[in-house]
């Protein structure tokens, strides 16, 4: 069973910064890019999954949203992390660990996990 756990999240004053982890299993994690993407409160699913970042299988790979976005992986622990930094309220929202398995670097598709809540809020 493909499983994506979330955890890291919480509540950041704006200017803060938080690390975001995705625990894996049940898959072969080394051979798979990976995603970070949001869902802003108030938006569908179908409407508001916003990507913010990439990695290739190798790690060798990355893109993000912002530059204060940066994503990680360790393949040995089957994990994958997103550091944020420079937190803005426009933020705020429930962030995904997606398994690619469809789409494009900045536009994919795949199992997510239960996400984690971010807010950013003085």
């Known amino acids: 069973e493909v499983q994506l756990v979330e955890s890291g999240g919480g509540l950041v004053q704006p200017g803060g910064s938080l690390t975001l982890t995705c625990a894996t299993s049940?898959?072969?994690?080394?051979?798979?890019?990976m995603a970070w993407v949001r869902q802003a409160p108030g938006k569908g699913l179908e409407k508001g999954l916003e990507?913010?970042?990439?990695?290739?299988?190798?790690?060798g790979l990355t893109y993000s949203l912002e530059d204060r976005f940066a994503i990680s992986r360790d393949n040995a622990k089957n994990t994958v992390y997103l550091q944020m930094s420079d937190l803005k309220p426009d933020d705020t929202a429930v962030y995904y660990c997606?398994?690619?398995?469809?789409?494009?670097?900045?536009?994919?598709?795949?199992?997510r996990g239960q996400g984690t809540q971010v807010t950013v809020s003085s």
């Open positions: 997606m398994r690619i398995t469809g789409g494009t670097a900045r536009d994919p598709s795949g199992p």
């Open positions: 049940g898959f072969r994690f080394s051979t798979y890019s």
């Open positions: 990507w913010v970042s990439f990695i290739s299988s190798d790690g």
